[in-house]
Nanobody
Framework: QAQPVESGGGLVQPGGSLRLSCEVS????????MAWYRQAPGKERERVAG???????KYADSVEGRFIISRDYAKNTLFLQMNDLKRRDTAVYYC????????WGQGTEVTVSS
């Protein structure tokens, strides 16, 4: 399917970790650079991490050093390891192509709160 399916979100305390997963079709996964996006309440969607076929990974300044994006070609799955989570990381997280042109999935909600 072209529409990604995200999972792995939940409630976590500040300083905690979560690992998000995103399943897409093999065709999409092997063709496109991929990325994770997030949309916090009342804010626009933003790209936080990307994994590119030729230039490696890119991160937004707000998550650099805390989040790690990776992909498993055998499982057609994109991951986002999120460490040292902060309240400002609270958002719905989505995966999509790096350019963001795939249909958007439902996302997975991450809440960072004590």
């Amino acid at each position: 399917q072209a529409q990604p399916v995200e999972s792995g979100g939940g409630l976590v305390q500040p300083g905690g970790s979560l690992r998000l997963s995103c399943e897409v079709s093999e065709r999409v996964f092997t063709t496109y650079s991929m990325a994770w996006y997030r949309q916090a309440p009342g804010k626009e969607r933003e790209r936080v991490a990307g994994i590119l076929s030729d230039t490696g990974t890119k991160y937004a300044d707000s998550v650099e050093g805390r989040f790690i994006i990776s992909r498993d070609y055998a499982k057609n799955t994109l991951f986002l390891q999120m460490n040292d989570l902060k309240r400002r990381d609270t958002a719905v997280y989505y995966c999509n192509s790096f350019a963001g042109f795939l249909p958007w999935g439902q996302g997975t909600e991450v809440t960072v709160s004590s």
